[in-house]
């Protein structure tokens, strides 16, 4: 698992150490929300094409 997150991090762009300062850790933060959310939407985005393709009572 922890390859997995160390790839996103590396992916969106924010280094895997947590930041020293506040004004370091809110946009650490607001880069990790924002990767989070990008992802969980194409998951969804995703999902719903393979939903509307498996349903058979459509065709």
Same mark, same amino acid.
């Given at each position: 698992?922890? *390859?997995?997150?160390?790839?996103? &991090?590396?992916?969106?762009?924010?280094? $895997?150490?947590?930041?020293?300062?506040? =004004?370091?850790?809110? *946009?650490?933060?607001?880069?990790? &929300?924002?990767?989070?959310?990008?992802? $969980?939407?194409?998951?969804?985005?995703? =999902?719903?094409?393979?939903?509307?393709?498996?349903?058979?009572?459509r065709?």
């Amino acid at each position: 698992m922890a *390859p997995v997150i160390a790839e996103f &991090f590396g992916i969106i762009g924010i280094s $895997s150490y947590a930041p020293q300062t506040l =004004g370091e850790l809110i *946009p650490y933060l607001l880069t990790v &929300f924002v990767g989070v959310a990008l992802v $969980s939407g194409v998951f969804r985005v995703i =999902g719903r094409i393979v939903e509307l393709l498996m349903d058979f009572r459509r065709w």
